[in-house]
Structure formats: C-alpha cells, structure tokens
C-alpha cells in the first residue's frame, strides 16, 4: 500500500473515480479471471490503483480532482472527431506529421482540459462510412472516397463551439490533409468504427500519457515540448484503466463487463447495469418537475407519470457507460452515521426532443449493492 494507509482504512474512506475503464481495456477482465478474484478482491484492487495513480499524479503537481472535465466531458460542450486523410501524407509516421498540426492548434485554441484519442478508423464497410460522413462530416467541398483505415482521427473532448470551430478553422489552414470533423457529442454511427487509443489527457501545459517500465512517457514520440506542453508520465495500466475517455463504440457486451466490474467497486457482485431496476421516490419525482421541468421538457418527458418515467430511464441504461462512482460518507450533525452512507454513480442518457435531435442528460443515482438496484437522485 502507498503512504502508511492499510487497505483496510483505504476501502471506509470516501473516493470518487471519474472512470473506470473496463469497456475497451482488458486489465481489469484478465486480472479478475486469471487471478479467481472474488468481487471484494476486485475492489480493493481498483481502490489500490486509484490511491496510486492519485499520489502519482500529485508527485506530479497534477490533482486527480480537476482531470474530471476532461474524462468526462459536461453535458453542455462538445466531443468531436478531427479527419485526416493519412495518404495525403508522404511519410509514413502520418501521425508525427499531423501532431504538428493538432499540437499547435491545442495549445492555441483548445481546451485546457481535455482527453486526446488518436488513430485510424477501423472494421467499418467502406460504403456505409461514406454515407455516414457524407451526412455528419462538416466540411468544405467534397471529401476522398478512399479505405477506412487511411482516415486518421484525432478525437478531443470538453470543447466549446468556439474553439471546435477555431480548432476546425486552425486544422483547416494548417494541413491539407484536414478533412472535417464530426460531432461525437451524441451517439452516431461513426462511433462503431472510433475504436481509438487513448494518447493523453492534457490539463493546463501538461499532457498526461501512458509510460513504460523504465519511465519513458510519450511512447508515440510526438514533439510535445515544442509546441509548449510538458510530458507527464503514468504506469501503462493505471493509465489505460483509471485516465480512459470512454463512448459507446455500440458493443452492448462491451458494456455489461464495463458496468460489471465498475460496479464492483461500490460493493456488487458481477451483475451489469442492463436489467437493473431503478426506482424513484414520489418526493423525487415531485422535485424533477419542480427543479428540472426544462430538462425533462427537452427529453420529452414532462407527461409521463412516476412508473412511465421510471421505464423511460431504465431503458437508456443498457449501453450507457459509468462515471463518477463515489462513496459519500453519511453524517448527522457532524457526526459519522453509516446508515446515511451513500454509493453514488452517474451516467450520461440520451433523449430526442420533438424533432427527433439527441440531447445528453445527466442522471445521478444511488446505488444498493444487496438489492443491485438503482435509485435516481436528478436528471437534467
């Protein structure tokens, strides 16, 4: 154990992990079945390795606490998928010479906080990815019909419309290779195919990467500290498992082990969040409408009663991922009073409004982990 805390004194203290990232990254799955671990061992592991990446970071002068907007992009800004076409580029490290366009531009234009996922678009026909970014890339002119996997992506997270349209503006003068960008703020089909590597997460001038066993960071050797971002590195599996952006890449099994072993850490036993029941109190349903009346007008949800809701909500649970699992520590007065302690989770639902347009909603939940249930604390 790091510092001079037991696991014991670790596992009754209050956390809250941003993500979990079990969806697209097999640690945590291999470690369970190769090892037998049981669902406690399973959570005092990930606990361990969330105190460790959070004293590794500190190391670093880096606060786990405001990495969160990066991994978890809020409701009210933007994810976009950034397109390169890799064999306009004479070299073959396409990816070097587009990091001169993308580093520059970040550092310029774009958002402090952020989560950096680079790669080819990968497993989709090539017909219906034409078709799908005839519809969704926002371009000028027309785009090359070539293999998916000559489309390069640089996807980046937190974003607000000014700076996706100064980051388009600046990648659209900086290389023409540039393409377009998609807006992956909302499920669509081109996520089937954004099976991505994480490359980083940059807070302020640093950017955090993945390093090696013998402490070299910035694997893919990108010229960082040219373009005024200092290299911060952290051990490849805490990376890939606790500093992951997460989507929907549309693999509902990918999704139950994600949200089975995530909620291992709040006390479960293996069941995936699919089928769950989620319950909601009537003072509950009375304080949505009364705090969250636009939201819940937005999603189209306004006349539907207390049951219909609840039906509403539980249907967006299956393919949504977990973010945000906590355990807050119950006081009264002041004092400590475990019967109030509380297992926090949050998922990010989609609704259409009236014109059939996605919006993203937060939901907040409790969670019961002997009756593997779910209770909805807000929406909105």
């Not at 003068?173 to 992956?184: H, I, P, R, W």
């Amino acid at each position: 154990m790091p510092d001079a805390l037991t696991i014991d004194e670790l596992l009754e203290q209050p956390f809250k992990i941003h993500t979990l990232n079990a969806y697209d990254h097999v640690g945590l799955q291999s470690m369970s079945s190769d090892l037998d671990l049981s669902s406690g061992e399973v959570q005092k592991l990930i606990r361990v390795m969330h105190h460790r990446l959070v004293t590794d970071l500190a190391a670093g002068g880096i606060a786990y606490k405001g990495l969160e907007k990066a991994l978890i992009t809020d409701r009210e800004k933007r994810e976009a998928a950034f397109l390169f076409d890799s064999s306009a580029i004479t070299s073959a490290w396409y990816g070097l010479d587009i990091s001169r366009v993308w580093l520059p531009a970040l550092q310029k234009v774009g958002p402090t906080k952020t989560s950096i996922r680079l790669g080819d678009i990968l497993n989709l026909p090539t017909d219906f990815l034409w078709k799908t970014l005839e519809e969704l890339l926002v371009r000028e002119g027309d785009f090359p019909l070539t293999s998916t996997d000559q489309y390069y992506v640089v996807y980046l997270t937190n974003l607000s419309k000014k700076q996706l349209q100064d980051l388009h503006e600046s990648f659209r003068t900086g290389s023409q290779a540039y393409l377009g960008y998609v807006d992956c703020s909302c499920w669509n089909p081109l996520k089937t195919g954004l099976l991505l590597p994480q490359f980083g997460v940059r807070t302020g001038d640093a950017i955090i990467t993945a390093q090696d066993d013998d402490g070299n960071a910035n694997l893919a050797g990108y010229p960082l500290e040219e373009h005024g971002f200092r290299s911060f590195g952290i051990d490849e599996d805490l990376f890939g498992m606790l500093l992951s952006h997460r989507f929907d890449n549309g693999v509902p099994e990918w999704a139950d082990d994600d949200s089975s072993i995530a909620l291992k850490v709040l006390g479960g036993n293996s069941q995936p969040l699919s089928g769950m029941k989620l319950m909601m109190t009537d003072d509950r349903f009375e304080y949505l409408h009364r705090g969250h009346g636009s939201s819940l007008q937005l999603a189209g949800v306004t006349n539907l009663d207390k049951a219909t809701l609840e039906e509403a909500i539980t249907s967006k649970l299956a393919n949504n991922l977990i973010f945000n699992l906590a355990f807050q520590e119950g006081l009264r007065e002041g004092v400590p009073a475990p019967e109030l302690d509380t297992m926090k989770l949050n998922l990010q639902v989609e609704f259409p409004d009236e014109n059939g347009i996605p919006h993203r909603f937060l939901a907040a939940l409790k969670y019961f982990a002997s009756s593997n249930t779910l209770e909805l604390i807000t929406l909105y």
